[in-house]
């Protein structure tokens, strides 16, 4: 599985960006997609994850509330949009596939395909 994100910026503080992860040489619809994020001099952190069906969604405590992660099997893409953003969302964000256990999701150790990221800069 391919994974292309796509989107990122740079944006004020209060703005809002939406991320595209398309997917490609895999059965899109069978894979748990996950969104991580990695800023300067810290390690990769989890953000969101949607299950298979769309119908269950998990985000860490700092995006919850204004981060909203979606898919579109039809399409083989899943979306990161992004509102309220601050400068400590900056990070370069991967989008990742893979089919973790639901102990898992949080965890880079449960998604086997990563794409190459993008960079989103917000500026206070």
């Known amino acids: 599985v391919q994974l292309q994100a796509s989107g990122g910026g740079l944006v004020q503080a209060g703005g809002s960006l939406r991320l595209s992860c398309v997917a490609s040489?895999?059965?899109?619809?069978?894979?748990?997609m996950g969104w991580f994020r990695q800023a300067p001099g810290k390690e990769r952190e989890f953000v969101a994850t949607i299950r298979v069906s769309g119908g269950h969604t998990y985000y860490s405590d700092s995006v919850k509330g204004r981060f909203t992660v979606s898919r579109d099997n039809r399409k083989n893409t899943v979306y990161l949009q992004m509102n309220s953003l601050n400068p400590e969302d900056t990070a370069v964000y991967h989008c990742?596939?893979?089919?973790?256990?639901?102990?898992?999701?949080?965890?880079?150790?449960?998604?086997?395909?990563w794409g190459q990221g993008t960079l989103v800069t917000v500026s206070s």
């Open positions: 990742a596939a893979g089919r973790p256990i639901l102990s898992s999701v949080r965890y880079e150790y449960g998604y086997n395909y």
């Open positions: 040489g895999g059965t899109f619809s069978t894979y748990t």
